[in-house]
């Protein structure tokens, strides 16, 4: 069993590579949530749709490689769901005190 500071400081470095695979595919790391990390590539430029998409896709793979480095950090074997979709999202600023930037919309949880 890995305790509680352990899975932290393995998440971090986890989440710190994948942060990377994100600036360098130009895809916008919205937030994680516990073990969970949400992703969204904009459209850029005049890029079509599939471009987004490949993006993402592309991210995904290398985040796929990365996790096999961490089968013996986190004493057990990793697995990694991702899940993609397109199309309209809202986003936006919530809260008072602790400022969340977020996306809703059917495209998000279909996704």
Request: glycine share 10%.
């Amino acid at each position: 069993t890995i305790t509680g500071p352990r899975l932290v400081s393995c998440l971090d470095q986890l989440f710190s590579k994948f942060d990377q695979v994100c600036q360098n595919r130009d895809v916008e790391k919205i937030k994680t949530i516990g073990d969970c990390y949400m992703a969204v590539a904009w459209p850029s430029g005049n890029a079509d749709n599939a471009d987004s998409a490949m993006r993402v896709l592309r991210a995904a793979q290398e985040m796929h490689s990365i996790i096999g480095e961490f089968d013996q950090a986190f004493e057990a074997p990793l697995s990694l769901r991702v899940g993609m979709h397109g199309g309209p999202v809202v986003s936006g600023m919530i809260g008072k005190t602790k400022f969340c930037f977020d996306i809703w919309g059917d495209a998000v949880n279909l996704a």
